[in-house]
């Protein structure tokens, strides 16, 4: 039958899929090309986010398909050559208390996960480390304030990329954080508004300022891999050009990296490759 | 059958036709509200071959990725800063509330001219200058290319010492003090100068939707003018009300901004629904249904429309409760925008349904209005919103409701008063390939906007990550189409107005009845100076 020959073909499309996906362990949540729905979801929020936003998506979907059916009802029905003679009416009392009460029930049945996720979404509960953003025209600078490193990520250009690194997406330092740990962000700018967008993470918040804005995060083991973000507040000239990549290891990797960090950004050096900045001495907010 | 002018004979020397100026002081020192909508409608023509050449000077780089003709990404931001300015304020605006506002409520509510006349002429020409301005300020002092939102710090002396902000900010300043005057203007005929018997609950909707956004005019664009005001002080005069290094904050412009921002988006829509009302009236040959609730559905979403604004700033950073508050507040307006939709398809069902053009466009806007309108529904829920600010979703969600909508009730309201300002029919045929053309480009042109958002990509780039390449190329197709679609409108109303056939008083039949389609067609430079009397409910509604 058709159908069962439909559902082979689904099989053999998923199996190859599946398997696709464990032959690559690490996760890389970076846009596909074609892709028409979120990237992969890393983090408890963003996984909850999707959720959500399904929920509300098929209650929208129907609203769409329903005014559709109607009007495609009345172009046939009520067309001057089928209905040559049109009605009067233009009460319904019951119709209009219905199309009032219905979205309204419609809307409560949406507001109550929106409340309940912005609440779970807005503050780390107990964060085991922070980690600390300032954005700058056109870079990122990263504090990690519980360890003394810090560092600045600007992005790979065009012609220094090596194979594999993605052009506007790769940065030269990227930020290195432990997966199964739940990490407290904490944002401001030097400068313009701009705004730290990892869209995996269900994080994007706009740093300003003057102020010093909070997020949270935490990855589970099994999402270990390359995230990436963009830049998403409009900060002038190279705007598209601070981008923002997030590697997840796990927890003793990150140990062994925090050694190396240490070496390579704990210490003042005039000649060092990258900007550097004393966590220890400096407020981030300082004048450069 | 009333016809005006047969009662005007006699009545003092403005009836004779031939009494008013000529040549360039006819236009120039108009006070007679038909000369003065026909210049808006102009203007916005006009300042809509700048607007939508922007765009598609954007479209054309972001068609693939990489720069190929924009090199320098900040006339980039130039281009799409001055793209928001230029639509908003000096197409949409022009087109729906000066243009059919000015030529439409006097004849529609009976009375032969505004309330304030040459109040009326300062208005046209303020907003002429503030077009002026915007276009100056892309060209001098380096362009500025803060977004239309122009956020303080990026907008400030520090990053934009050129003098381009400053015009961009006197532009804003000339056009709102334009439309105070324009809206004072409208509130005052609308509530004085109704035809005797025409009751407030006797008004078309569009006079409504007029007195409506009137009165968000009125409260909004003081609000927007003292915000400019600081920032201006704050680039010139080293005050520092956005400015945190003097103790003042960046987010303080946004609040202002957006207090003025969240109703102006509705100040382009309502409009729209008075034009689409009357359209789908006419055209199924029935009165509105639920006039009073969609009249009162008008009124509401005006009012809650000043109380929503901080869904514009979920990502700012304030605390969790204000934006519990912003969610609710801003999902309520979804129903009495749901009570319009609902209204208008019950005011078709069991009509008598004719497809000319311009019931094609309020059809096509009653549907596309839906699709943008339910992506605001997404986007109102800040969590989600986490996924979506500043990405093309929102891009898409707002060009569906703007760019979409609220040129569909232009196109709406052009083609079905056509033969009432210029006394010419268009050419059907034309008309619907128009509509046609138009619906295929503006979709594909979109829609995929969706996915680009859900994948990320933020807005206001020239450049973007290759993987975002597919999607960025179908919509710059799209706007290819479109374009097609905006050309073959200019050749339509060329060709109306050279080679149209004569159009009658009332070219819609038995379900046009509102007083516009009492008096001949074009319009006399003079009406209703014998004032009608109206003795029925409005489109025959019984309620």
Request: some cysteine; overall charge negative.
């Amino acid at each position: 039958m058709i159908n069962s020959r439909w559902m082979l073909f689904l099989l053999v499309l998923f199996s190859a899929a599946t398997a696709a996906l464990s032959a690559d362990a690490q996760v890389v949540g970076a846009p596909q090309p074609w892709e028409w729905y979120f990237r992969t979801a890393a983090t408890p929020v963003q996984v909850d986010l999707i959720w959500f936003h399904d929920l509300i998506f098929w209650v929208e979907v129907a609203i769409v398909l329903f005014v559709l059916g109607l009007m495609a009802y009345i172009v046939v029905k009520f067309n001057a050559k089928a209905n040559p003679v049109p009605s009067r009416t233009t009460h319904n009392t019951f119709l209009e208390v219905a199309w009032t009460v219905i979205p309204v029930l419609i809307l409560v049945v949406i507001a109550i996960p929106s409340l309940r996720l912005l609440f779970f979404m807005d503050k780390a509960k107990n964060p085991e480390m922070t980690l600390k953003i300032t954005s700058h025209q056109w870079y990122w600078s990263y504090e990690y304030t519980d360890s003394g490193i810090a560092f600045d990520s600007n992005m790979i250009p065009e012609d220094q990329l090596k194979p594999g690194q993605l052009r506007l997406l790769d940065v030269d330092n990227r930020v290195v954080l432990p997966a199964d740990t739940e990490i407290r962000l904490l944002m401001t700018s030097e400068d313009v508004i701009h705004n730290w967008a990892v869209q995996s993470f269900g994080v994007r918040m706009d740093t300003v300022p003057g102020r010093i804005n909070e997020s949270w995060m935490i990855v589970p083991a099994d999402k270990i891999g390359t995230y990436y973000g963009q830049c998403s507040e409009l900060c002038g000239v190279n705007h598209a050009y601070m981008p923002i990549a997030v590697d997840i290891v796990s927890k003793r990797d990150f140990q062994s990296w925090l050694a190396q960090a240490k070496t390579k950004f704990g210490r003042l050096d005039a000649d060092a490759p990258v900007k550097l900045v004393q966590a220890e001495t400096q407020p981030s907010l300082d004048a450069r | 059958m009333a016809d005006t002018h047969a009662h005007a004979h006699g009545h003092n020397d403005h009836a004779d036709h031939g009494h008013h100026p000529t040549g360039w002081r006819r236009w120039m020192y108009s006070t007679n509200h038909k000369d003065i909508g026909t210049l808006y409608l102009v203007l916005a023509i006009v300042a809509s071959f700048v607007g939508v050449g922007f765009s598609m000077m954007m479209r054309l780089e972001l068609a693939e990725p990489g720069l190929q003709f924009i090199r320098d990404q900040h006339f980039y931001n130039v281009l799409l800063t001055a793209h928001g300015l230029i639509m908003v304020f000096f197409v949409v605006m022009p087109a729906l509330i000066g243009g059919f506002g000015n030529w439409f409520i006097p004849l529609m509510i009976g009375c032969p001219d505004m309330a304030f006349p040459r109040m009326n002429n300062i208005s046209f020409w303020l907003t002429a200058v503030g077009l002026i301005l915007v276009a100056t300020s892309t060209v001098i002092g380096g362009g500025a290319g803060t977004g239309w939102t122009v956020y303080p710090p990026l907008s400030n002396h520090t990053f934009h010492p050129g003098m381009s902000v400053d015009f961009a900010i006197l532009s804003l300043h000339v056009a709102g003090a334009a439309s105070i005057l324009g809206a004072i203007n409208f509130i005052t005929t609308i509530v004085n100068m109704r035809a005797p018997g025409m009751t407030f609950h006797r008004m078309p909707l569009f006079i409504w939707s007029m007195l409506v956004t009137a009165f968000l005019l009125l409260l909004a664009l003081p609000v927007l003018a003292g915000a400019l005001t600081m920032l201006l002080t704050d680039r010139n005069f080293g005050t520092a009300f956005f400015e945190p290094s003097g103790g003042g904050d960046p987010i303080f412009w946004q609040h202002l901004f957006w207090f003025f921002g969240h109703p102006e988006v509705y100040i382009m829509i309502i409009p729209a629904f008075g034009i689409v009302s009357q359209v789908v009236s006419t055209f199924s040959k029935k009165p509105v249904f639920g006039y009073l609730g969609m009249a009162y559905a008008m009124v509401s979403i005006g009012f809650v429309g000043f109380v929503v604004w901080a869904h514009h700033m979920f990502t700012v950073g304030f605390n969790v409760e204000t934006r519990a508050y912003f969610i609710i507040a801003t999902m309520i307006i979804a129903v009495p925008t749901g009570i319009k939709i609902f209204s208008w398809l019950a005011t078709m069902w069991g009509g008598s349904i004719e497809f000319k053009t311009p019931m094609l466009y309020a059809m096509g806007f009653i549907f596309l209005f839906v699709v943008g309108g339910v992506t605001g529904v997404t986007l109102s829920n800040a969590p989600v919103d986490m996924a979506f600010h500043d990405t093309y979703f929102v891009i898409a969600h707002f060009h569906y409701v703007l760019s979409i909508a609220a040129m569909y009730a232009i196109f709406t309201g052009m083609y079905y008063w056509l033969p009432k300002m210029s006394g010419r029919m268009y050419n059907e045929k034309l008309g619907q390939w128009q509509f046609w053309i138009t619906f295929v480009g503006v979709n594909v042109l979109f829609f995929p906007q969706h996915f680009l958002g859900m994948a990320g990509m933020p807005r206001r780039i020239a450049d973007y990550p290759d993987a975002f390449a597919g999607w960025n190329m179908v919509s710059s197709g799209g706007a290819v189409i479109s374009l097609v679609g905006a050309l073959l409108f200019f050749y339509i109303l060329w060709d109306t107005l050279r080679n149209g056939a004569k159009a009658p008083a009332n070219p819609w039949g038995v379900g046009a009845n509102t007083l516009e389609w009492t008096v001949d067609s074009p319009a006399p430079f003079h009406t209703h100076e014998v004032l009608p009397v109206i003795t029925a409910e409005p489109a025959g509604s019984h309620h």
